[in-house]
C-alpha cells in the first residue's frame, strides 16, 4: 500500500484534468457575472440624481461628465462662501446672528444642490472648525440646524471626508437631547447616521461618545420624521459586526416595547428602519432576541410579511423572522402549531414570499422554510401538507442558483429526521417518495453538477437519501434515469476530495458490478 | 466473455501519448481477457487510506444555518441598503422634487450593459442577466455548452450538431478547423485537428475542445434511435455482442477528458477505465464521428498483445 510520500505524484494529474479547468472557467464566469451586475446596481443609483441646471435628458450621460461642467463654479462658490462664514464668524458686532446664519444657510445650499457636493473644496477652505463653533451650546436653533445640516452633507462622501467629521462628534451628540427642538436634533441625528455608516471605527468612536442612548430615546414617539430618521442613524450604529452596540441598546428602558409599538403600528417607511433595527437585534443579541419573542415579534413581523408589498420594508422583516428562527426554532414552532389554520399563518407569509418575483425574498423565504424543517417530525409535516410543496418543487427546477441550493436543504431537510447524536439519520420515507414523485431528482442531479462545492455536495447527500430510502430498490433506477451516474462520476477526477470520496462510494455502492445484470 | 483476474494490490502506472506518466496505487485491479484479446481493465483506485464506506459518507443531516449580518449569504438583500449607508440632505424646489422623482422612477431604474460597446440598457437585474446570457455568451441552443467566442460556438455546432458537416468528413474534406483565429488551416479529423493545436499552437495535450457527456445507457440509446441509420448500424453492432462493445482502441482513449482517461498503459495496449459498470461506458468522451472513424481503422488492425 503507497505511503503518503507518494500522495504528490498521485495528485497532480487528477488536479491537471481538463474537467477541472472548466469547473474554473465557470466558477470566474459567475464572480465576473455578479461582480458587474453589483457594480451596475451602484452606478444606476448615482446617475439618478440631476444636476443644478436640471438636465435630465440622457442618463447614459455619466455623472461625471455633468460634473466636470458644474463642479468648479460649485468649488468656488464653496470657498467663497467658507470664507464669508469665516468673517461672519468672527465679526461680533450687531447683527452678529444675522450674518452667520445668512453664510451657513449660503453654504449649505452650495452644499445641497447636486449629489456630489463640493465637499472637499469646503474642507480645504477649513469650514469644519467653523462648523464646529457655530454648534455652540446656547446658539439660535436656526443657527444650530444650518451648520447640523453642512456638516450632514459634507459627511455623506467619501471615508476621509466623512471623518473630518470628528471633532464635529461631541457636540452633534449633544443635540440630540431632549431640550433640543425637533428640526435641530433630527438634523444632528442624520449627520450622526452618516458617520455611522462609514465604518466600524467611526461607530466604535461614536459609542465612546455615547451617542446612542440619546438617539435611541428620539424613537420613543408615536410618529415624526424625527422618529424616521433617527432609526435609520440607529440601524447604522449597531449593524456590528461586533455586538456591543446591539447590548448597548437593549438595555435602553423601555426601547424594545418602542420598537414593538413602531413595528405594529406606523407608516412603511419608519417600519423599513425599525426592521433593519430588528434585523440586527436578532442577529447580535441573544437577550434581545428573547424579549422580543415574548414580546409577540413574530406575529407582527407575519403580519407585515402578509400585508405590505413594500420590497425594502419585506427584505429586511423576512430577514428578521429568520434570524429568530435561525435562533429557536421552538419557539418559532409553538407559534406555528397556534396559528395553523389562520391565513397570516408563517407558512402562508413565506409561500407568499415565494411566490415573489423578488429574488431576495425566494432566496431568504427558502432559508427560513429551511430552518423550520430542521424540528420535530409535526413541523416537517406541517410544511409538507401545504402549498409550499408545488412552489419548492417549481422553484427547484428553474430559479437562479442561490434559490435553488436554499430550496434544495427545505426538501432535504423534510426528508430527514432531526437525529440525536451520531446515529445515521433515519429517512422519512412518505415525504422522500412524495417530493421525488414531484419531479425535484433533475433538479438535485443539476446540483451535482454546479461548480459551488456546498451544492454538489447537497446533491450527493440527496442522491444518497434516494438510493437508500426508495422503496422497493426503485432509488438507482430512478438515479440512473435522470444521468445522476454521469453526474456522479464526473467526481472521479474532481479536485475536491471529498466530494470525489462521496461519488466514488455511491457508485461503488448502488451501481457497482453487479448492477443491471438482470437486464 | 473472458473472466476477470484479480491482481494483487500495487502501484500501476500509466503513460500517455506525450511521454508523461502517473502512478496511481490500485487497492483492486481486475483485468479482463476478451475474446479479441484486448484487455479490458478496470481498477479501483483508492486515494486515501480510509475506506470509502458507509462510516464515511456525510449523510443528510438537517441543522439549522444561522448566519451574522455581514454574511455573504445576505449580501444580494443588502445591496440596496448598503447604498443607504450614507444620505444627503438634499435642497430641492418642489418642482425639482417631484423632476427627480419621475427621473428616478423612469430612467434609473434602467441600468445600462457593461459590456463595451454594448448599447443595451436594462430595466432589471434579472433582465441583465438574461441580457448577458443572451447576449455575451455564446451558448449551444441544442447541448447549453458555453463558448467564449461566437466563432468557437459556430464551429462547435457545425461539428457536434450538424450532419451535413459529418457527412463531409465523412466523404474525405478537410472540414475541422483549427481552432485559433487566423490560421486557417483545416483538418481531416477531429484528432488530426487536435494535433495540430498542440504541435503549432502549443495548447496543452489535455485540451479538449469537444468532451462529450456520458450518457445513460437509456439515453444513448433514444439518441442513437433518432440519427441516420449508419448510426444504426452502430447500434446493432452494439446490441449484438457486448464483447465487441468492449472493444476499446488506443485512438478513442485519446478523445477522453479526464487526465487518467487519456492515459494508456502504452502505445499499442489500450485500456478502459471505468467504475465498475458491466457494459463498458469507459469512452464516451469521444465525438460520434471520431468514434466511428476509429472503428473503422480498427477493423483492419490486428489487435494489440500485452
Given at each position: 500500500m503507497a505511503d503518503d510520500g507518494s500522495a504528490s505524484n498521485r495528485r497532480d494529474p487528477i488536479k491537471s484534468s481538463v474537467g477541472h479547468v472548466a469547473g474554473q472557467r465557470r466558477r470566474q464566469q459567475a464572480v465576473t457575472v455578479a461582480k458587474e451586475r453589483r457594480e451596475l446596481l451602484v452606478r444606476a443609483k448615482r446617475l439618478c440624481r440631476v444636476g443644478t441646471n436640471g438636465d435630465v435628458e440622457d442618463a447614459l450621460v455619466e455623472n461625471e461628465m455633468m460634473i466636470d461642467e458644474e463642479q468648479p463654479i460649485l468649488e468656488a462658490q464653496a470657498i467663497k462662501s467658507v470664507e464669508e462664514l469665516k468673517s461672519a464668524v468672527q465679526y461680533q458686532g450687531k447683527g452678529a446672528m444675522q450674518k452667520r446664519v445668512t453664510a451657513l444657510r449660503e453654504l449649505r445650499r452650495i452644499l445641497s444642490k447636486s449629489e456630489f457636493p463640493p465637499v472637499e473644496a469646503a474642507l480645504s477652505a477649513g469650514a469644519i472648525p467653523l462648523l464646529v463653533q457655530c454648534l455652540s451650546f446656547g446658539s439660535p436653533d436656526e443657527q444650530l440646524l444650518e451648520s447640523a445640516w453642512c456638516l450632514t452633507n459634507i459627511a455623506a462622501g467619501k471615508p476621509e471626508e466623512t471623518k473630518a467629521l470628528l471633532p464635529a462628534l461631541p457636540l452633534l451628540i449633544?443635540?440630540?437631547?431632549?431640550?433640543?427642538?425637533?428640526?435641530?436634533?433630527?438634523?444632528?441625528?442624520?449627520?450622526?447616521?452618516?458617520?455611522?455608516?462609514?465604518?466600524?471605527?467611526?461607530?466604535?468612536?461614536?459609542?465612546?461618545?455615547?451617542a446612542l442612548p440619546p438617539l435611541a430615546r428620539m424613537i420613543f414617539p408615536d410618529k415624526g420624521s424625527t422618529v424616521r430618521t433617527a432609526a435609520w442613524a440607529l440601524s447604522n450604529l449597531i449593524k456590528g459586526p461586533e455586538s456591543k452596540a446591539a447590548a448597548q441598546l437593549v438595555k435602553v428602558d423601555g426601547i424594545l416595547d418602542a420598537i414593538l409599538r413602531h413595528l405594529k403600528k406606523t407608516d412603511e417607511e419608519t417600519a423599513t428602519e425599525i426592521a433593519w433595527i430588528i434585523v440586527y437585534l436578532s442577529a447580535l443579541s441573544d437577550i434581545a432576541t428573547s424579549m422580543l419573542l415574548k414580546g409577540g415579534i413574530l406575529q407582527l413581523l407575519i403580519e407585515r410579511l402578509a400585508t405590505s408589498s413594500s420590497l425594502q420594508l419585506l427584505i429586511p422583516v423576512l430577514r428578521s423572522l429568520g434570524n429568530f428562527v435561525a435562533v429557536d426554532p421552538k419557539a418559532v414552532l409553538t407559534i406555528l402549531i397556534r396559528e395553523q389554520n389562520t391565513e397570516e399563518s408563517i407558512i402562508g407569509v413565506l409561500a407568499k414570499c415565494l411566490r415573489?418575483?423578488?429574488?431576495?425574498?425566494?432566496?431568504?423565504?427558502?432559508?427560513?422554510?429551511?430552518?423550520?424543517?430542521?424540528?420535530?417530525?409535526?413541523?416537517?409535516?406541517?410544511?409538507?401538507?401545504?402549498?409550499?410543496?408545488?412552489?419548492?418543487?417549481?422553484?427547484?427546477?428553474?430559479?437562479?442558483?442561490?434559490?435553488?441550493?436554499?430550496?434544495?436543504?427545505?426538501?432535504g431537510n423534510l426528508c430527514v429526521e432531526s437525529a440525536e447524536g451520531d446515529r445515521k439519520p433515519g429517512i422519512i420515507q412518505e415525504h422522500l417518495v412524495s417530493i421525488v414523485r414531484g419531479g425535484c431528482l433533475p433538479g438535485f442531479i443539476e446540483?451535482?453538477?454546479?461548480?459551488?462545492?456546498?451544492?454538489?455536495?447537497?446533491?450527493?447527500?440527496?442522491?444518497?437519501?434516494?438510493?437508500?430510502?426508495?422503496?422497493?430498490?426503485?432509488?438507482?433506477?430512478?438515479?440512473?434515469?435522470?444521468?445522476?451516474?454521469?453526474?456522479?462520476?464526473?467526481?472521479?477526477?474532481?479536485?475536491?476530495?471529498?466530494?470525489?470520496?462521496?461519488?466514488?462510494?455511491?457508485?461503488?455502492?448502488?451501481?457497482?458490478?453487479?448492477?443491471?445484470?438482470?437486464? | 466473455m473472458g473472466r476477470w483476474i484479480r491482481y494483487s494490490p500495487g502501484r500501476i502506472q500509466l503513460t500517455n501519448r506525450s511521454g508523461g506518466n502517473v502512478q496511481l496505487d490500485a487497492h483492486f485491479m481486475f483485468v479482463r481477457e476478451t475474446k479479441t484479446k484486448i484487455?479490458?481493465?478496470?481498477?479501483?483506485?483508492?486515494?486515501?487510506?480510509?475506506?470509502?464506506?458507509?462510516?464515511?459518507?456525510?449523510?443528510?443531516?438537517?441543522?439549522?444555518?444561522?448566519?451574522?449580518?455581514?454574511?455573504?449569504?445576505?449580501?444580494?438583500?443588502?445591496?440596496?441598503?448598503?447604498?443607504?449607508?450614507?444620505?444627503?440632505?438634499?435642497?430641492?424646489?418642489?418642482?425639482?422634487?417631484n423632476h427627480l422623482q419621475k427621473f428616478v422612477e423612469t430612467e434609473s431604474r434602467r441600468i445600462s450593459c457593461p459590456i463595451v460597446g454594448c448599447p443595451e440598457r436594462l430595466k432589471s437585474l434579472d433582465h441583465f442577466e438574461d441580457h448577458y446570457n443572451a447576449r455575451h455568451t455564446a451558448s449551444c441552443s441544442v447541448c447549453s455548452r458555453v463558448y467564449p467566442t461566437s466563432r468557437l460556438l459556430s464551429i462547435h455546432i457545425s461539428e457536434a450538431h450538424d450532419s451535413f458537416f459529418q457527412a463531409k468528413v465523412a466523404r474525405g474534406y478537410d472540414m475541422y478547423e483549427c481552432l485559433v483565429e487566423g490560421c486557417g488551416l483545416k483538418f481531416k479529423s477531429y484528432k488530426a485537428r487536435h494535433q495540430h493545436l498542440i504541435d503549432k499552437h502549443k495548447f496543452p495535450s489535455t485540451f479538449e475542445f469537444f468532451k462529450k457527456t456520458q450518457l445513460s445507457k437509456k439515453r444513448r440509446e433514444k439518441l442513437q434511435r433518432q440519427h441516420v441509420s449508419r448510426l444504426k448500424h452502430e447500434e446493432d453492432k452494439e446490441a449484438a455482442?457486448?464483447?465487441?462493445?468492449?472493444?476499446?482502441?488506443?485512438?478513442?482513449?485519446?478523445?477522453?477528458?479526464?487526465?487518467?482517461?487519456?492515459?494508456?498503459?502504452?502505445?499499442?495496449t489500450p485500456s478502459n477505465v471505468s467504475f465498475g459498470r458491466r457494459h463498458g461506458r469507459g469512452l464516451t468522451f469521444v465525438p460520434r464521428s471520431v468514434h466511428k472513424e476509429k472503428r473503422t481503422e480498427s477493423s483492419s488492425a490486428p489487435g494489440p498483445t500485452n
Amino acid at each position: 500500500m503507497a505511503d503518503d510520500g507518494s500522495a504528490s505524484n498521485r495528485r497532480d494529474p487528477i488536479k491537471s484534468s481538463v474537467g477541472h479547468v472548466a469547473g474554473q472557467r465557470r466558477r470566474q464566469q459567475a464572480v465576473t457575472v455578479a461582480k458587474e451586475r453589483r457594480e451596475l446596481l451602484v452606478r444606476a443609483k448615482r446617475l439618478c440624481r440631476v444636476g443644478t441646471n436640471g438636465d435630465v435628458e440622457d442618463a447614459l450621460v455619466e455623472n461625471e461628465m455633468m460634473i466636470d461642467e458644474e463642479q468648479p463654479i460649485l468649488e468656488a462658490q464653496a470657498i467663497k462662501s467658507v470664507e464669508e462664514l469665516k468673517s461672519a464668524v468672527q465679526y461680533q458686532g450687531k447683527g452678529a446672528m444675522q450674518k452667520r446664519v445668512t453664510a451657513l444657510r449660503e453654504l449649505r445650499r452650495i452644499l445641497s444642490k447636486s449629489e456630489f457636493p463640493p465637499v472637499e473644496a469646503a474642507l480645504s477652505a477649513g469650514a469644519i472648525p467653523l462648523l464646529v463653533q457655530c454648534l455652540s451650546f446656547g446658539s439660535p436653533d436656526e443657527q444650530l440646524l444650518e451648520s447640523a445640516w453642512c456638516l450632514t452633507n459634507i459627511a455623506a462622501g467619501k471615508p476621509e471626508e466623512t471623518k473630518a467629521l470628528l471633532p464635529a462628534l461631541p457636540l452633534l451628540i449633544a443635540h440630540l437631547g431632549e431640550k433640543s427642538s425637533a428640526p435641530v436634533a433630527e438634523q444632528c441625528a442624520w449627520a450622526i447616521g452618516n458617520v455611522a455608516g462609514e465604518g466600524e471605527d467611526l461607530r466604535n468612536v461614536l459609542l465612546s461618545q455615547g451617542a446612542l442612548p440619546p438617539l435611541a430615546r428620539m424613537i420613543f414617539p408615536d410618529k415624526g420624521s424625527t422618529v424616521r430618521t433617527a432609526a435609520w442613524a440607529l440601524s447604522n450604529l449597531i449593524k456590528g459586526p461586533e455586538s456591543k452596540a446591539a447590548a448597548q441598546l437593549v438595555k435602553v428602558d423601555g426601547i424594545l416595547d418602542a420598537i414593538l409599538r413602531h413595528l405594529k403600528k406606523t407608516d412603511e417607511e419608519t417600519a423599513t428602519e425599525i426592521a433593519w433595527i430588528i434585523v440586527y437585534l436578532s442577529a447580535l443579541s441573544d437577550i434581545a432576541t428573547s424579549m422580543l419573542l415574548k414580546g409577540g415579534i413574530l406575529q407582527l413581523l407575519i403580519e407585515r410579511l402578509a400585508t405590505s408589498s413594500s420590497l425594502q420594508l419585506l427584505i429586511p422583516v423576512l430577514r428578521s423572522l429568520g434570524n429568530f428562527v435561525a435562533v429557536d426554532p421552538k419557539a418559532v414552532l409553538t407559534i406555528l402549531i397556534r396559528e395553523q389554520n389562520t391565513e397570516e399563518s408563517i407558512i402562508g407569509v413565506l409561500a407568499k414570499c415565494l411566490r415573489s418575483e423578488h429574488r431576495v425574498l425566494k432566496k431568504e423565504a427558502a432559508w427560513v422554510l429551511s430552518n423550520i424543517a430542521t424540528g420535530s417530525i409535526e413541523h416537517k409535516r406541517m410544511i409538507h401538507s401545504t402549498e409550499v410543496m408545488p412552489l419548492l418543487l417549481r422553484l427547484l427546477s428553474t430559479s437562479p442558483f442561490d434559490i435553488r441550493k436554499e430550496v434544495a436543504y427545505v426538501l432535504g431537510n423534510l426528508c430527514v429526521e432531526s437525529a440525536e447524536g451520531d446515529r445515521k439519520p433515519g429517512i422519512i420515507q412518505e415525504h422522500l417518495v412524495s417530493i421525488v414523485r414531484g419531479g425535484c431528482l433533475p433538479g438535485f442531479i443539476e446540483l451535482v453538477r454546479s461548480p459551488d462545492i456546498e451544492a454538489a455536495r447537497l446533491g450527493l447527500q440527496f442522491i444518497e437519501l434516494v438510493l437508500r430510502g426508495m422503496p422497493n430498490g426503485e432509488g438507482p433506477k430512478l438515479v440512473e434515469g435522470e444521468d445522476g451516474i454521469d453526474a456522479m462520476e464526473r467526481f472521479q477526477f474532481h479536485e475536491n476530495e471529498e466530494l470525489r470520496v462521496m461519488a466514488n462510494s455511491l457508485v461503488d455502492k448502488y451501481f457497482g458490478e453487479d448492477y443491471g445484470i438482470d437486464e | 466473455m473472458g473472466r476477470w483476474i484479480r491482481y494483487s494490490p500495487g502501484r500501476i502506472q500509466l503513460t500517455n501519448r506525450s511521454g508523461g506518466n502517473v502512478q496511481l496505487d490500485a487497492h483492486f485491479m481486475f483485468v479482463r481477457e476478451t475474446k479479441t484479446k484486448i484487455l479490458n481493465f478496470f481498477c479501483f483506485v483508492q486515494l486515501r487510506r480510509r475506506w470509502l464506506g458507509e462510516l464515511g459518507f456525510p449523510y443528510w443531516n438537517p441543522i439549522r444555518r444561522r448566519f451574522s449580518p455581514d454574511s455573504p449569504f445576505f449580501a444580494s438583500g443588502n445591496v440596496e441598503r448598503e447604498l443607504l449607508a450614507k444620505q444627503v440632505a438634499l435642497d430641492l424646489t418642489e418642482d425639482e422634487i417631484n423632476h427627480l422623482q419621475k427621473f428616478v422612477e423612469t430612467e434609473s431604474r434602467r441600468i445600462s450593459c457593461p459590456i463595451v460597446g454594448c448599447p443595451e440598457r436594462l430595466k432589471s437585474l434579472d433582465h441583465f442577466e438574461d441580457h448577458y446570457n443572451a447576449r455575451h455568451t455564446a451558448s449551444c441552443s441544442v447541448c447549453s455548452r458555453v463558448y467564449p467566442t461566437s466563432r468557437l460556438l459556430s464551429i462547435h455546432i457545425s461539428e457536434a450538431h450538424d450532419s451535413f458537416f459529418q457527412a463531409k468528413v465523412a466523404r474525405g474534406y478537410d472540414m475541422y478547423e483549427c481552432l485559433v483565429e487566423g490560421c486557417g488551416l483545416k483538418f481531416k479529423s477531429y484528432k488530426a485537428r487536435h494535433q495540430h493545436l498542440i504541435d503549432k499552437h502549443k495548447f496543452p495535450s489535455t485540451f479538449e475542445f469537444f468532451k462529450k457527456t456520458q450518457l445513460s445507457k437509456k439515453r444513448r440509446e433514444k439518441l442513437q434511435r433518432q440519427h441516420v441509420s449508419r448510426l444504426k448500424h452502430e447500434e446493432d453492432k452494439e446490441a449484438a455482442s457486448s464483447d465487441a462493445m468492449e472493444v476499446e482502441d488506443k485512438a478513442s482513449v485519446d478523445g477522453l477528458v479526464s487526465a487518467l482517461s487519456t492515459l494508456t498503459t502504452s502505445d499499442t495496449t489500450p485500456s478502459n477505465v471505468s467504475f465498475g459498470r458491466r457494459h463498458g461506458r469507459g469512452l464516451t468522451f469521444v465525438p460520434r464521428s471520431v468514434h466511428k472513424e476509429k472503428r473503422t481503422e480498427s477493423s483492419s488492425a490486428p489487435g494489440p498483445t500485452n
